[in-house]
T-cell receptor
Framework: DTEVTQTPKHLVMGMTNKKSLKCEQHMGHRAMYWYKQKAKKPPELMFVYSYEKLSINESVPSRFSPECPNSSLLNLHLHALQPEDSALYLC?????????????FGEGSRLTVL | AQTVTQSQPEMSVQEAETVTLSCTYDTSESDYYLFWYKQPPSRQMILVIRQEAYKQQNATENRFSVNFQKAAKSFSLKISDSQLGDAAMYFCAPYSGGGADGLTFGKGTHLIIQP
């Protein structure tokens, strides 16, 4: 199994809503990542979890709250978002953090904030 | 810190022909990895090819090969016998491991395959 599964694929929410994005992998990878990708731009790193502990938070606003309940799951909790937060949110995993950089990506969750 | 430059926002190639996508980067590390990732429209990003900087031999994966020039810090991707399924955004990404924090992607090259 070489898949990273993200749900939902599409999400529309208002600025006062609370929602969550979910990511799951069963490859035994110990590092998981959230990236944000705007249209026609490269992915930008948001968070890194290594062995279920937050390793990197790239100065992301607190309205984005990551959670890693176990080594296979990664959530991104969303609250009080702004329209400029509309983007494709990509989850990725790697065998280890800071090993060789090879990432396995999910298909992404496309978020629209009204 | 690493920087990466992809100077071709868009490239177009006829089906079955060869195309080369360019990438230059800057790093102070002596040992690192280089990646090309492919992102088809509305599909997940996948690894196309990787190169370890300590290896002099250029990496190849079927129709995909790289021209790695370490001194020039250049890492171009050659796609031979282009197919319609090769149409995608292609991102170059250096990675130095150790103290580096995740991949830094170039701005990408949009590859169009003309039938």
């Amino acid at each position: 199994d070489t898949e990273v599964t993200q749900t939902p694929k599409h999400l529309v929410m208002g600025m006062t809503n609370k929602k969550s994005l979910k990511c799951e992998q069963h490859m035994g990878h110990r590092a998981m990542y959230w990236y944000k990708q705007k249209a026609k731009k490269p992915p930008e790193l948001m968070f890194v979890y290594s062995y279920e502990k937050l390793s990197i938070n790239e100065s992301v606003p607190s309205r984005f709250s990551p959670e890693c309940p176990n080594s296979s799951l990664l959530n991104l909790h969303l609250h009080a978002l702004q329209p400029e937060d509309s983007a494709l949110y990509l989850c990725a995993s790697s065998q280890e953090y800071r090993l060789d950089g090879e990432l396995f990506f999910g298909e992404g969750s496309r978020l629209t904030v009204l | 810190a690493q920087t990466v430059t992809q100077s071709q926002p868009e490239m177009s190639v006829q089906e079955a022909e060869t195309v080369t996508l360019s990438c230059t980067y800057d790093t102070s590390e002596s040992d690192y990895y280089l990646f090309w990732y492919k992102q088809p429209p509305s599909r997940q990003m996948i690894l196309v090819i990787r190169q370890e900087a300590y290896k002099q031999q250029n990496a190849t994966e079927n129709r995909f090969s790289v021209n790695f020039q370490k001194a020039a810090k250049s890492f171009s991707l050659k796609i031979s016998d282009s197919q319609l399924g090769d149409a995608a955004m292609y991102f170059c990404a250096p990675y130095s491991g150790g103290g580096a924090d995740g991949l830094t992607f170039g701005k990408g090259t949009h590859l169009i395959i003309q039938p």
